[in-house]
């Protein structure tokens, strides 16, 4: 079934260590996203990718970090973690260049608590 | 700065119509979409208006006006599945997603 795949979906993490959600998608879609989704708060983004090879920051980019070394893999990576990371993480997709905002898919989210 | 309100909580009552409103106020306007989010899943996509007026697609219809930055989403023949977290969400000048909160929808028997 086509669509976007996170892992892990659930992680308790101490502050200070390193992690990486795993995000791919097999829609061959140009634009990816990673949200982060709190109580009472929007999605907000963390960071995008309008095509392999290239990124930028969103609303929200510090203390995380994304690659996109081809089409189907965008990875976050929190550097050092902090209590205030513990959030509910969905990495999107859509078939957008830059120029239109598309329909987006979401994966499952990713739930991680920060000690 | 970029803002989008929607209330934060409604409750109807089941094969009832129900409305919610978003209003928005952003750098520029590129369309404005609707997500529905289950509890502890993740949002899908209900409909996008980029052009003034009533976009219609089976039991949910979305509203646009652009001159008032204001968008309605309409449910009608309320079912108990219903019950979610409707995003409005707006395109801005360099295509980038605002989101409102969400509404919590509550479907009561």
């Known amino acids: 079934i086509a669509g976007i795949t996170q892992a892990p979906t659930s992680q308790i993490l101490a502050a200070g260590r390193r992690m990486t959600l795993r995000c791919t998608q097999d829609?061959?879609?140009?634009?990816m996203y990673w949200y982060r989704q709190d109580l009472g708060l929007g999605l907000r983004l963390i960071h995008y990718s309008n095509t392999a090879g290239t990124t930028g920051k969103g609303e929200v980019p510090d203390g995380y970090s994304v690659s996109r070394a081809n089409t189907d893999d965008f990875p976050l990576t929190l550097a050092s973690a902090v209590p205030s990371q513990t959030s509910v993480y969905f990495c999107a997709s859509s078939d957008s260049r830059g120029s239109d905002t598309g329909e987006l898919f979401f994966g499952e989210g990713s739930r991680l608590t920060v000690l | 700065g970029q803002n989008i309100d929607q209330p934060t909580e409604m409750t109807a009552t089941e094969g009832a119509i129900v409305q919610i409103n978003c209003t928005y106020q952003t750098s520029g306007f590129n369309g404005l979409f609707w997500y529905q989010q289950h509890a502890g899943e993740a949002p899908t996509f209900l409909s996008y208006?980029?052009l003034d007026g009533l976009e219609e697609k089976g039991r949910f219809s979305s509203f646009l006006s652009r001159s008032k930055g204001y968008s309605y989403l309409l449910l009608k023949e309320l079912q108990m599945k219903d019950s979610a977290s409707y995003l409005c969400?707006?395109?801005?000048?360099?295509?980038?997603?605002?989101w409102g909160a969400g509404t919590k929808l509550i479907i009561k028997p």
């Open positions: 969400a707006v395109s801005d000048s360099n295509y980038q997603l605002i």
């Open positions: 829609m061959r879609h140009n634009a």
């Open positions: 208006n980029v």
